[in-house]
């Protein structure tokens, strides 16, 4: 056999196997890596969707016609049951907040629990937690897109202080970074930033 053809196929031979060799390590960095990386955008927003419980620390700054109050809270949801912890300030740091899906109790001894749920309502209101949004999502929901997050919107007719939410999640992680939360005239009275979250199916 001609030299220059046997050096032809031992290069083409080399290529294919190179190219093999590509796609099987490419292939096992995908089902092995970071899978939340590989998602689609469907499948982040239906792990969101169908999440079982999750963790989570927010910042959240609510803007009233007066002032702009910021807090720092906990929140867990397991079994279907919601906690929030008040981390700061520090003058209702400790206020614990469960929601089992029907009603909202709130544990401290060192406040009054009536003034509380009127001082702080949007702390306590359970549409602020995941799963009161996802529950209303999945009712009357709509999902937007930019180049680097997917945006699930709510609209409820029946309350003019939360009519808009949005959660933003982020399409590199899968995870939610912000949710705001607008009344009737599209004034934002709730801003939220997810500092960490853990989430799980």
Partial sequence: MN???IIIILGIT???IGITIFFIWNYKIGKNGNTMI???EEEIVETILTMKSYRATLNITVETNKNKTQYTVKQNLENGKAKQEVIEPENIAGVITEYD?????I???KLNLETTFQNY?????????????IETYQKSGS???NETEIILETKKEDNPYQTYQALYIDKKTGKPTKMIVKDINQKTLVYILYTEITISK
């Fill in 121 to 133: 309502q949007y702390i306590v209101e359970n549409g602020l937690w995941l799963d009161s949004f």
């Fill in 3 to 5: 030299p220059k053809k």
């Fill in 143 to 145: 999902t937007t897109r």
């Fill in 38 to 40: 590989n998602k689609s």
């Fill in 101 to 105: 899906g029907e009603k909202i109790t």
């Fill in 14 to 16: 080399i290529l294919i």
């Fill in 107 to 109: 544990k401290n001894n």
